[in-house]
């Protein structure tokens, strides 16, 4: 994506500009809480796989499927940043390549993991849009308080971790703001009148989203495949509430 040699400061600047751009392609453009699974299942024949991956594992992208597996066993804000750190896998890895992204922050990691991770950071807030937002509803003091950061994850929908991170890699806070905030997020959220979601487990069980859903259905209107490979799909695909009609609607 970057060319050799390219200082960080380049880096991030033409990833800013990349992610605003995919942000408008994907018809997201400036709204913040954005749903960025129905971002991609409206845009292309993606699909959302979200299943346990291990704890070691926080995403994996299989780019010629144009298939996204995500680890359930992370929060909403951090399920939401792995999903746009395999977008940026997906628009700009190599083809053919599939890619399993490690769930722990490293900062020399691989220089595609690397780009990843500040992609995705601009994908959900958006350079200009985070700076707005930042001297507008936030900055009246030389010190961020733990309000200001609650304000701007709640805001952006983005994990406690990558907010943080953020904020250090734009200069706002450093390396003591950052282990003052870094956890407890739960608690701050409901002490503070937010709704503590964000730093939830995002799907307590297994499931698929998007196009193969749909495809298993054409398949089967159109006679392609018989109802039994139909259900049996679909429970591969984790999805027995549909076979079986849950949520208390017996099946026919």
Request: one cysteine or more.
């Given at each position: 994506m970057v060319k050799p040699k390219m200082k960080k400061s380049e880096i991030r600047e033409k990833l800013a500009i990349e992610a605003n751009r995919k942000r408008k392609e994907l018809g997201?453009?400036?709204?913040?809480?954005?749903?960025?699974?129905?971002?991609?299942?409206?845009?292309?024949?993606?699909?959302?796989?979200?299943?346990?991956?291990?704890?070691?594992?926080?995403?994996?992208?299989?780019?010629?499927?144009?298939?996204?597996?995500?680890?359930?066993?992370?929060?909403l804000g951090r399920a939401r940043f792995t999903i746009a750190h395999e977008l940026y896998h997906?628009?700009?890895?190599?083809?053919?390549?599939?890619?399993i992204s490690p769930t722990s922050y490293n900062p020399s990691k691989s220089i595609e993991e690397y780009e990843a991770d500040i992609f995705?950071?601009?994908?959900?807030?958006p350079r200009d849009d985070f700076f707005q937002f930042i001297f507008e509803e936030i900055r009246k003091s030389t010190k961020f308080k733990l309000v200001d950061i609650l304000k701007i994850e709640q805001h952006f929908m983005m994990s406690r971790?990558?907010?943080?991170?953020?904020?250090?890699?734009?200069?706002?806070?450093?390396?003591?703001?950052?282990?003052?905030y870094e956890n407890g997020a739960i608690m701050q959220a409901k002490t503070n009148g937010y709704?503590?979601?964000?730093?939830?487990?995002?799907?307590?069980?297994p499931t698929t989203l998007g196009y193969y859903l749909n495809a298993t259905k054409s398949l089967?209107?159109?006679?392609?495949?018989?109802?039994?490979?139909?259900?049996?799909?679909?429970?591969?695909?984790?999805?027995?509430?549909?076979?079986?009609?849950?949520?208390?609607?017996?099946n026919d």
């Open positions: 997201i453009d400036r709204t913040p809480d954005f749903d960025i699974v129905k971002a991609l299942i409206n845009y292309k024949k993606f699909t959302i796989v979200i299943a346990p991956l291990g704890p070691n594992t926080s995403g994996i992208c299989y780019k010629n499927e144009h298939v996204i597996v995500v680890n359930m066993n992370q929060t997906y628009f700009y890895g190599k083809k053919g390549t599939d890619y995705a950071s601009y994908f959900l807030a971790k990558s907010t943080l991170i953020r904020l250090k890699d734009d200069g706002f806070i450093g390396d003591y703001e950052f282990s003052m709704q503590d979601s964000l730093y939830r487990q995002w799907y307590a069980k089967y209107e159109q006679n392609l495949i018989s109802k039994s490979k139909h259900d049996e799909l679909l429970i591969e695909a984790f999805r027995t509430d549909i076979v079986f009609k849950e949520n208390g609607v017996i």
